[in-house]
């Protein structure tokens, strides 16, 4: 596969899965909207695991891995699926692109990774005043856009978690294997959920939320996943937190032309300042190295 094409299909399946979450939801309620998705994605999986002539591991740090990775997909996504009912697409696209941000603190704490220093410690202060900016407009629309928004705040931190926790584990797992032993352990707990919360079976369900339901499944569960890790394995660590970057601004203005979401100043400038930090965070050192060696060159030159 074109590595090109693969970065392109992981921006486009990101950019495009807050709003199919969204569209997911609407009708059948948000519970049934990712129980769904995620008992298709899970059988999704497992053909294409028999496809390729895969096979899951089942010793103890395999058996961990998912069950961490389980639990991880069960909390974010019912984080994230409640909150985005009261929260736009672009804004929920926004809030994710955090992800990288909240995965190196924990993983300087808990990884014994290299601290967090100038630069980084920069692009986070830029990205908090990007967030209280985003939360501040949410107070503006109402106590249940706030709420919304601390929930997806909380899906980003499970979501980290999870992967720093997986990391900690060190099965290295191939990324098939860890998805499908995740969703494995992540489907039950949906469908309970769900049983005891609601568990009424839609009377109807629109159209457009059947699409989403299978495109999320097929796509946000499968193909991205194996697409993500695939240009994870074949770029640099620095070109693939672009997708980071370019996520949130495609879904901003996605969810404006497709669904009708305003878009105003201030989460135009949450959204720049968040961006800013997060560039600062992932490439501050090399831009800060760059301008080391151009003072030397230009005494030199002079």
Same mark, same amino acid.
């Given at each position: 596969? !074109? ?8 921006? /486009?399946?990101? !950019? ?6 969204? *569209?997911? #939801? ?34 103890? =740090? ?8 389980? /639990?991880?997909? @069960?909390?974010?996504?019912? #984080?994230?699926?409640? =909150? ?24 300087? /704490? @808990? ?50 978690? #999870? ?30 959920? *769900?049983?005891? !919360?609601?568990?009424? @079976? ?8 059947? *699409? ?20 994870? =394995?074949? /770029?640099?660590? !620095? ?28 989460? *135009? ?13 992932? @490439? ?19």
């Amino acid at each position: 596969m !074109s590595v090109p094409a693969a970065f392109l299909g992981v921006v /486009l399946i990101w !950019s495009t899965t807050p709003l199919a979450i969204k *569209w997911s #939801s609407e009708g059948p309620g948000f519970q049934f909207g990712v129980t769904s998705r995620m008992v298709l994605g899970v059988f999704a999986c497992l053909i294409l695991v028999a496809l390729l002539g895969r096979r899951l591991h089942w010793h103890r =740090g395999a058996l961990l891995t998912y069950l961490i990775g389980g /639990l991880g997909i @069960w909390g974010a996504m019912t #984080s994230v699926y409640w =909150g985005s009912q009261y929260v736009d697409s672009g804004v929920v696209a926004l809030i994710f692109g955090l992800s990288p941000v909240v995965t190196a603190i924990m993983a300087a /704490l @808990w990884l014994d990774e290299p601290a967090l220093v100038g630069h980084r410690l920069l692009g986070m202060g830029l990205g908090v005043v990007g967030l209280a900016v985003v939360f501040g407009h949410g107070l503006q629309l109402g106590v249940h856009t706030a709420w919304g928004l601390a929930a997806v705040l909380l899906a980003v931190h499970i979501h980290a978690a #999870s992967a720093v926790w997986i990391k900690r584990v060190g099965a290295r797992l191939p990324a098939l294997e860890t998805t499908t032993g995740a969703l494995m352990v992540a489907v039950p707990l949906f469908v309970t959920h *769900w049983a005891l !919360s609601d568990g009424h @079976w839609p009377s109807s369900l629109p159209e457009r939320s059947l *699409w989403s339901i299978l495109y999320l499944a097929l796509f946000g569960s499968t193909l991205g996943f194996v697409l993500y890790y695939y240009v994870l =394995g074949a /770029l640099q660590a !620095s070109r693939v937190a672009l997708i980071t970057l370019l996520t949130p601004v495609i879904a901003l203005l996605l969810g404006h032309v497709a669904n009708g979401e305003t878009v105003g100043a201030r989460v *135009w400038l949450g959204a720049a300042c968040i961006l800013a930090g997060l560039a600062c965070f992932q @490439w501050g050192g090399d831009w800060l190295r760059r301008l080391r060696m151009v003072g030397p060159t230009q005494r030199r030159q002079g």
